[in-house]
C-alpha cells in the first residue's frame, strides 16, 4: 500500500521569504501526486497534481512542486509567500496502475506566515 | 453547480447516539468518498462508491459505520452508538472515475462526541 511521509510538521516562514515543504511517497511504480490547502475549518482544495510528462508542475496561488522518480519525491514551492498562505498544506499519492486507487493523505504541514 | 454539499457542518451528541451525515457531491461526478480527519492527521480513507456501487472500505470502517449511496447521487455516512474517539471532522469528496483529475472536497461535518 501506498504512503507517504511530509517530512515537517510545522513550518515558519517571514513573509515574502521562499518555502518548500517536503513531500516524499513508498513507491516507485507509476503515481499521480497531488498538493492539496487546507485553511480552517474547511475542506481541501487543489493546489496542483502531477500526473506525467514535465517534473516541474505549476499550481494555483503561486506554488509549484517538482517530481523526482529516482527521489519518489514531490516538493512542493513558493517564492515568496503572504500571510494568505498560512493554512494545512497535504501531499497525497494515488497508484495510477491499480484502478485508480483512493488517494493516500500525508499528515499534513502547517505552514505559518509571520509578518 | 455549487460543488460539494455536506451537511451537517457541526454536530455535537452524547456517547451512546446515532448520528447520520449527507453528502451532496457534483452531480457530474460518480465517484464519492468519505474521509475522516483528526486533529493534527491527514484525511484518512474511509469508504468510496462508484455510482451506487460502495467499492472498497477501509478496516478504519468498524461495523458501528454504514454508507449508502442509494441512487448514485447523494451519500449518507452513519454512526451507530458513538464514541468519544468517533470525534472527527468526516470529509466527502467527488471525483470523475478518472483519478488523475483528483477530488472536490466538501467542507466537512465537524463531530463532537461528548
Known amino acids: 500500500a501506498q504512503s507517504v511521509t511530509q517530512l515537517d510538521s510545522q513550518v515558519p516562514v517571514f513573509e515574502e521569504a521562499p518555502v518548500e515543504l517536503r513531500c516524499n511517497y513508498s513507491?516507485?511504480?507509476?503515481?499521480?501526486l497531488f498538493w492539496y490547502v487546507q485553511y480552517p475549518n474547511q475542506g481541501l482544495q487543489l493546489l496542483l497534481k502531477y500526473l506525467s510528462g514535465s517534473t516541474l508542475v505549476k499550481g494555483i496561488n503561486g506554488f509549484e512542486a517538482e517530481f523526482n522518480k529516482s527521489q519518489t519525491s514531490f516538493h512542493l514551492r513558493k517564492p515568496s509567500v503572504h500571510i494568505s498562505d498560512t493554512a494545512e498544506y497535504f501531499c497525497a499519492v494515488s497508484d495510477r496502475n491499480s484502478g485508480n486507487t483512493p488517494l493516500v493523505f500525508g499528515k499534513g504541514t502547517r505552514l505559518s506566515v509571520i509578518a | 453547480d455549487t460543488g460539494v454539499s455536506q451537511n451537517p457542518r457541526h454536530k455535537i451528541t452524547k456517547r451512546g447516539q446515532n448520528v447520520t451525515f449527507r453528502c451532496d457531491p457534483i452531480s457530474e461526478h460518480n465517484r464519492l468518498y468519505w474521509y475522516r480527519q483528526t486533529l493534527g492527521q491527514g484525511p484518512e480513507f474511509l469508504t468510496y462508491f462508484q455510482n451506487e456501487a460502495q467499492l472498497e472500505k477501509s478496516r478504519l470502517l468498524s461495523d458501528r459505520f454504514s454508507a449508502e449511496r442509494p441512487k448514485g447521487s447523494f451519500s449518507t455516512l452513519e454512526i451507530q452508538r458513538t464514541e468519544q474517539g468517533d470525534s472527527a471532522m468526516y470529509l466527502c469528496a467527488s471525483s470523475v472515475q478518472q483519478g488523475e483529475y483528483g477530488y472536490t472536497f466538501g467542507s466537512g461535518t465537524r463531530l463532537t462526541v461528548v
Open positions: 513507491s516507485s511504480v507509476s503515481v499521480y
